[in-house]
C-alpha cells in the first residue's frame, strides 16, 4: 500500500472524474509516470486558467483519451512539480492530504501542501 504525505495509507483523490496516472481513483506513480501525478488537488478556475497559460489545457474534454475535462471543484492528481509552479505563482489549489502521495515531498514543502489542505487537523 503506498503512503500519503502525512504518512498513512493513500486515499482515493477521485472516481468522478477518475483520476490518477493508472486511472484507479488514486495518485498512486510508477516508473513510467514522468509527470509524477501525486497531488491530489481540488481544481479550481484560476487554476485551470493559469495550467492552460503554461501549457496543460486541463478543462477541454478530450473524448479520444476518455478525459472529461475538469472544472471548478474537481479533484484530480496533478503532477507535484506543477502544483510546486503554481504554488510559486499564487495560483495553488487546495490539496487533500490523506490522498497526496508521499513522493510529492520530493517537489513540495508539507509544510506549504498544509497551507493548502482541506483535510489537515495538525
Same mark, same amino acid.
Given at each position: 500500500?503506498?503512503?500519503?504525505?502525512?504518512?498513512?495509507?493513500?486515499?482515493?483523490?477521485?472516481?468522478?472524474?477518475?483520476?490518477?496516472?493508472? /486511472?484507479?481513483?488514486?495518485?498512486?506513480? &510508477?516508473?513510467? $509516470?514522468?509527470?509524477?501525478?501525486?497531488? #491530489? !488537488?481540488?481544481?479550481?478556475? %484560476?487554476?485551470?486558467?493559469?495550467?492552460?497559460?503554461?501549457?496543460?489545457?486541463?478543462?477541454?474534454? /478530450?473524448?479520444?483519451?476518455?478525459?472529461? &475535462?475538469?472544472? $471548478?471543484?474537481?479533484?484530480?492528481?496533478? #503532477? !507535484?512539480?506543477?502544483?510546486? %509552479?503554481?504554488?510559486?505563482?499564487?495560483?495553488?489549489?487546495?490539496?487533500?492530504?490523506?490522498?497526496?502521495?508521499?513522493?510529492?515531498?520530493?517537489?513540495?514543502?508539507? $509544510?506549504?501542501?498544509?497551507?493548502?489542505?482541506?483535510?489537515?487537523?495538525?
Amino acid at each position: 500500500m503506498a503512503l500519503n504525505v502525512l504518512g498513512g495509507d493513500l486515499e482515493p483523490c477521485s472516481m468522478n472524474p477518475r483520476t490518477g496516472w493508472f /486511472r484507479d481513483g488514486c495518485c498512486n506513480t &510508477g516508473g513510467n $509516470d514522468h509527470g509524477v501525478h501525486t497531488v #491530489c !488537488a481540488v481544481v479550481t478556475d %484560476e487554476f485551470l486558467t493559469f495550467s492552460a497559460e503554461v501549457g496543460n489545457d486541463l478543462a477541454t474534454p /478530450r473524448p479520444e483519451f476518455g478525459f472529461p &475535462g475538469l472544472k $471548478d471543484g474537481d479533484q484530480w492528481c496533478l #503532477c !507535484a512539480d506543477r502544483w510546486a %509552479e503554481a504554488l510559486e505563482a499564487g495560483k495553488a489549489p487546495k490539496v487533500v492530504l490523506a490522498a497526496t502521495h508521499a513522493r510529492t515531498l520530493d517537489w513540495c514543502d508539507l $509544510d506549504d501542501l498544509r497551507r493548502f489542505a482541506i483535510d489537515d487537523n495538525s
